[in-house]
């Protein structure tokens, strides 16, 4: 028996090591992303002179690309694993960034975001995978938490240095922080290209804690096609509903509506406005592992449902800041503190979602759960940003205020309904127990008699 437990321990560790390397990547490829995101539209609209309205279709060719690239990347990641879809992924990405940064034509530009936005998009779903596989039952949402304070740490301080380096006098600047990008995911690709994915760790659950509710009580051996049978897992088909409405609230509107109503209702400065961007990704960095830990113990549809409440509270100081906008300092405070909010409910939401998607998953359909998780995500995000700028354009933004608010209302309303789709365990309702093998185990006499010797 000592035999199997140091067995047993050399896999964790191996899978330990893995995930190291998975996150290390992951913040890598991140930081490029922080070089170039926030100037994509500067350099297309101003450093290469294509106008507006070719900046505005680099964005939507960039979300076609993902709606495209998901679905295959999530029968490829069952098909033939995480890895080689991580790879091929960031590869295809990096080939991408460094054709859009040498861009000058408006087909040039279209072609390299379509390729760009292609190997983003199947790098997301590939890391998930690979984090799930990584990690354990007990430890899985401190990974996702992990990861989330990493990308959102890269980023930030990928954004501060670049935007040192940008230029747009001087095109060249541009150019390399594209080309900076690129190498970065090719680290990713390097990085994570030659680990091994260890197998998940055995967990034993009761019968009781297991028990599914009526409606999914169905037996799931059956195989089935990855699109039919997560249609027919109504548990996750609620989760992909409640999903895309939170990241239409939060992150389809972060750097666009918010920033619209921030600038041009509420008056708030681009030095400000840069500030808010910093508060949001400090509050993430600060409350991240906090976070895990107060949630650790806690229904999964609860921190979701608080998500909701502090986003409202977020959409509350939105509506203040409007309101006192003649106080400037009293303004600025207030948008700091919706910035500062949005962060907290992040924060809640990175060790939740993603653990959630990973049990509900069948082992052989991992890759294409996390593929229509990714999708819903890329879909609500592409479109909050023209739901938030239409209504703020048009001079309507008490009613965006109003139309968000009551999403974050619903966000509660859908995260307390999703609890009974969820069995204990899916909900992070019951502790589970690793089965560990012990060289020289000791129990209770009442526990030992019970016990048959094996054959």
């Known amino acids: 028996m000592t035999r199997t437990m140091r067995q047993n321990d ?15 990547g992951n913040a890598l490829s991140a930081f490029g992303s922080g070089f170039t995101v926030p100037y994509m539209f500067v350099y297309v609209n101003q450093v290469r002179g294509l106008g507006s309205m070719t900046a505005w279709l680099v964005f939507t060719v960039f979300a076609l690309a993902a709606l495209v690239a998901l679905p295959l990347a999530g029968r490829g990641i069952d098909r033939y694993g995480a890895r080689p879809v991580l790879v091929a992924g960031a590869v295809t990405a990096a080939a991408g960034a460094l054709a859009f940064g040498h861009a000058t034509g408006s087909g040039h530009v279209l072609l390299s975001a379509f390729l760009f936005g292609a190997g983003v ?126 990241f239409f609230t939060c992150y389809g509107q972060f750097e666009s509506g918010v920033a619209a109503y921030a600038t ?44 909701g409440v502090v986003w409202l509270a977020a ?83 008490a009613a965006y205020v109003a139309v968000m608010a009551g999403c974050t209302v619903l966000i509660v309303v859908l995260a307390l309904r999703l609890r009974r789709q969820l069995t204990g365990v899916q909900d992070n309702a019951v502790r589970r127990v690793r089965v560990v093998a012990a060289s020289e185990p000791r129990m209770a006499p009442e526990l030992a008699a019970g016990l048959q010797p094996a054959a």
Request: charged fraction near 10%; glycine fraction near 8%; include cysteine.
């Open 264 to 307: 041009d209702v509420v008056g708030t400065s681009p030095s400000v406005l840069g500030l808010a961007l910093g508060v949001n990704t400090l509050t993430i960095v600060v409350l991240q592992m906090i976070v895990v830990r107060i949630t650790a113990r806690r229904r999964r549809s609860t921190a979701i449902a608080a998500t």
């Open 121 to 246: 998009a199947t790098v997301q779903p590939a890391l998930a995978t690979m984090i799930v596989r990584c990690s354990t039952s007990e430890t899985r949402a401190h990974a996702f938490g992990l990861q989330f304070t990493l990308v959102n740490l890269g980023m930030g301080i990928g954004a501060m240095i670049g935007g040192q380096i940008v230029d747009v006098n001087r095109p060249t600047s541009l150019t390399l922080l594209f080309s900076i990008e690129a190498v970065m995911f090719l680290v990713l690709a390097a990085v994570t290209g030659t680990i091994r994915v260890p197998r998940p760790a055995p967990v034993a659950v009761s019968a009781a804690a297991a028990d599914l509710p009526a409606a999914a009580s169905a037996d799931a051996s059956a195989p089935r096609s990855g699109l039919r049978a997560l249609l027919a897992d109504k548990a996750m088909v609620r989760i992909c509903l409640l999903a895309g409405l939170i």
């Open 315 to 397: 959409w509350a100081a939105a509506a203040l800041a409007g309101l006192v906008r003649a106080d400037a300092a009293v303004a600025t405070v207030s948008m700091l503190s919706v910035y500062m909010l949005f962060g907290v409910g992040e924060a809640l939401l990175a060790p939740t979602l993603g653990p959630i998607v990973a049990d509900l998953a069948p082992a052989h359909l991992l890759g294409s759960y996390n593929a229509a998780f990714a999708l819903v995500k890329q879909v609500a995000v592409a479109m909050g940003p023209a739901a938030g700028v239409l209504l703020v354009g048009a001079g309507m933004s």
């Open 10 to 24: 050399g896999q964790y560790g191996t899978a330990a090591g893995t995930l190291r390397r998975v996150q290390v």
